[in-house]
């Protein structure tokens, strides 16, 4: 029975007190079971024993058992649920909470946006200014406006010979329609101007009162443009704009020019192409040449395609391309075919977000000189220009620009150009003994001269918005050049310019500005056929930087009407602009503006 105990202990792994007597117990058990299986006749008979050592078990080691266990349940027993009842009852308080109030917001009223205003001003020198502006809905997708602009003046300059009132009106009508495929305008202008040729040169010339009396000084411009602009929405055309204008004068000349420029875009593989298409044609004549020995005509037809591939990487974005130009010219009996290729590269870098973005390029194009954009720029031309395309090779330019402060915006630029054929303004000569006088042939115009021309130039500019009712802006201009004529006629080497607005309170705003324009050179010429020893006699001339100080004040009167006051040149300084060609001194204008719908 021995080797019955430890079977009997592995095979349960009871605890060791527990064992032994639950051992003792199965012993006497299965003893009495044997003793009571043997037949009822057997004699055992007796014996005596004798115990000479007490019995002592041993408990082999223990094992674990390896076998996953089975559980023998047919059900297992569900979780009851638990339901909580939560008995809730007043609690008696004296606190009372003060009632809430909401902080005041500074919201400004929303401006009213009316379709329609007329302004007229008055002032000194018998200035007249005004303007109306018309425009109205004809339907959900259509619409007509138009604006009508006068500007004149009677003159009055100090020391001015000749008569210098001038005024300028124009007409401009136009039609429209915005749906969702696309946007079309067709443009309708009319603008009629006149000034005078009052730029006498009487520093180097006596002209006797005869003489002056005997020039006919004035001249007329009118110019009629028809245009029209088409943008195609979810198509690969850009937007299109062509245009026809004709321009002419009271002394014959007259100019004829058109346009047109389609664009187009798509996308490949994120790659974004873009293609500008232009032909610009313009032509005239003028009456007489300088001299009036034989008239003059021009005729230029310029094709042009810019192709450039958009790449944008992270914070570098590079667009590519290239400009192919032809131009077939014709002045007077010569003709001339050129093809150019220019540089169209532009790329940027954010340096560090939006808030610094480095950004250079070489961009070149085929620029169309035309009389109509001469005289825009210097009223006081000849009408006996030569009109010739300038070639400008390439603009190369670096800059960097970005904030310096959530209010304050920079940006600053370094670049080279060179240009073939640039256009200068240039002094026209006085001609002593020329019978054919006429308004501007008193060296009191100016004519157009051509030459190459490279600039370097440095530009900086400022804007700061100290507050929501403060705005400060500054910037400047620095430009070196290298031409082969004597000097860049008319270009002055610095420009400067800063201004101010303050909204004073609700009903009053003002503000300022100043620009400063450094020394420019030009070239006195008289010309004397009847004396063989010195028929030309030429004289540098520097003309004087100049500063104009302006400054101007408005009140609101209500939403319709503002009333205003603008001075101009208030340090009264009677600068030239062009060479013996000074401007009027301190002026004002006092006037209003109205606001209206129909």
Do not use: C
Not at 141 to 164: A, F, P, W
Not at 424 to 445: C, D, H, K, Q, R
């Amino acid at each position: 029975m021995q080797t019955l105990f430890p079977y009997l202990f592995s095979l349960n792994q009871l605890n060791m007190s527990k064992t032994f007597k639950y051992i003792t117990a199965i012993t006497f058990l299965f003893i009495g079971l044997q003793t009571f299986a043997q037949k009822k006749d057997e004699n055992i008979g007796t014996e005596v024993v004798n115990v000479v050592k007490p019995y002592t078990p041993t408990i082999s080691d223990a094992f674990k058992v390896k076998e996953t266990p089975v559980i023998e349940d047919e059900t297992n027993t569900q979780k009851e649920e638990i339901k909580y009842n939560i008995f809730s009852f007043p609690v008696a308080s004296t606190f009372t909470p003060a009632k809430g109030r909401a902080a005041d917001v500074d919201k400004s009223a929303k401006e009213r946006i009316f379709k329609n205003y007329a302004t007229l001003g008055v002032g000194s020198y018998g200035t007249v200014n005004g303007e109306l502006f018309i425009t109205e809905n004809l339907s959900n997708t259509d619409y007509v406006g138009g604006m009508l602009r006068h500007l004149s003046s009677q003159g009055g300059i100090n020391d001015v010979k000749l008569d210098d009132k001038y005024y300028n009106t124009a007409l401009d009508l136009t039609y429209g329609s915005r749906t969702r495929e696309m946007d079309w305008n067709a443009d309708l202008g009319y603008k009629h101007q006149m000034y005078n040729w009052y730029g006498l040169p009487t520093e180097f010339v006596a002209f006797t009162d005869e003489v002056i009396n005997g020039i006919s000084e004035q001249q007329t411009y009118q110019t009629l443009s028809l245009g029209a602009k088409l943008g195609m929405k979810d198509s690969f055309m850009n937007e299109t704009s062509l245009q026809f204008k004709r321009f002419w004068d009271s002394h014959g000349s007259q100019e004829n020019r058109f346009f047109i420029k389609p664009g187009i875009d798509f996308e490949v593989d994120n790659y974004k192409f873009k293609a500008d298409f232009v032909a610009d044609y313009v032509g005239g004549s003028f009456e007489k040449d300088y001299s009036a020995i034989s008239d003059i005509s021009y005729s230029y037809l310029n094709f042009g395609v810019q192709p450039s591939i958009l790449l944008q990487q992270d914070d570098l974005s590079v667009q590519a391309g290239a400009g192919f130009f032809y131009s077939s010219g014709k002045f007077n009996n010569e003709t001339d075919g050129k093809f150019y290729i220019f540089p169209q590269v532009k790329a940027s870098y954010k340096l560090v977000g939006d808030i610094m973005i480095a950004y250079a390029g070489a961009e070149g194009t085929l620029k169309q000189n035309t009389f109509a954009d001469f005289v825009e720029e210097n009223k006081f031309v000849s009408p006996t220009l030569a009109i010739a395309p300038t070639n400008q090779q390439y603009d190369v330019y670096v800059g960097l620009k970005g904030k310096l402060a959530n209010t304050v915006a920079f940006n600053v630029r370094g670049s080279y150009m060179a240009e073939d054929d640039k256009a200068f303004f240039m002094a026209n000569p006085y001609e002593i003994s020329n019978v054919n006088v006429l308004g501007y042939t008193y060296g009191n115009s100016f004519g157009v001269v051509y030459d190459n021309l490279t600039t370097i130039s440095v530009f900086g500019e400022l804007k700061m918005d100290f507050s929501k009712n403060v705005a400060f802006g500054i910037n400047g201009t620095f430009n070196s050049y290298t031409t082969d004529q004597a000097e860049a006629w008319n270009l002055p080497s610095m420009k400067v310019g800063a201004n101010l607005d303050v909204n004073i309170t609700k009903k009053w705003y003002a503000g300022t500005n100043i620009f400063f324009v450094g020394e420019r050179k030009d070239m006195f010429t008289t010309v004397d056929s009847m004396d063989p020893l010195n028929p030309f006699i030429q004289k540098a001339v520097t003309l004087d930087s100049y500063f104009d100080l302006n400054a101007h004040l408005g009140y609101k009167h209500s939403e319709r009407l503002t009333g205003f006051l603008k001075l101009n040149n208030i340090a009264n300084q009677q600068y030239e602009r062009w060479m013996n060609y000074p401007v009027q001194g301190f002026q004002f204008l006092i006037g209003a503006n109205y606001k209206f719908d129909f």
